[in-house]
């Protein structure tokens, strides 16, 4: 199973840009997704990408995220654009070892990485 290492989170304004990093060791699988959990809420999905460069996104960020991944570097990215107080969050890459994508859901998705920190003040 890949090892994944998050990078890329830091702290900015509310209509900032970052872009989060995912490097799998090992190997690119073929569904993986950004996941983010704020304090005292549930994790939950982001945005999601399978083989073929098929995308899912929550529909809070829908315009604003991006997902996209490097084959040749093994690399999953989310560049995250007009940025708000409450995308604030840990962010989490994760992966489904299947074929195809399952529901955007935390329990559907497995080895999930050390997580990287946005904050975004207003």
């Known amino acids: 199973q890949a090892q994944l290492v998050e990078s890329g989170g830091g702290s900015v304004q509310a209509g900032g840009s970052l872009r989060l990093s995912c490097a799998a060791v090992?190997?690119?699988?073929?569904?993986m997704g950004w996941f983010r959990q704020a304090p005292g809420k549930e994790r939950e999905g982001v945005a999601m990408?399978?083989?073929?460069?098929?995308?899912k996104y929550l529909d809070s960020v829908k315009g604003r995220f991006t997902i996209s991944k490097d084959i040749v570097k093994n690399t999953l990215y989310l560049q995250m654009n007009s940025l708000k107080p409450e995308d604030t969050a840990m962010y989490y890459c994760?992966?489904?070892?299947?074929?195809?994508?399952?529901?955007?859901?935390?329990?559907?998705?497995?080895?999930w990485g050390q997580g990287t920190q946005v904050t975004v003040s207003s």
């Open positions: 990408i399978g083989d073929g460069g098929s995308t």
């Open positions: 994760a992966v489904r070892l299947s074929v195809t994508c399952p529901p955007m859901e935390p329990p559907y998705f497995s080895g």
């Open positions: 090992g190997y690119m699988p073929h569904c």
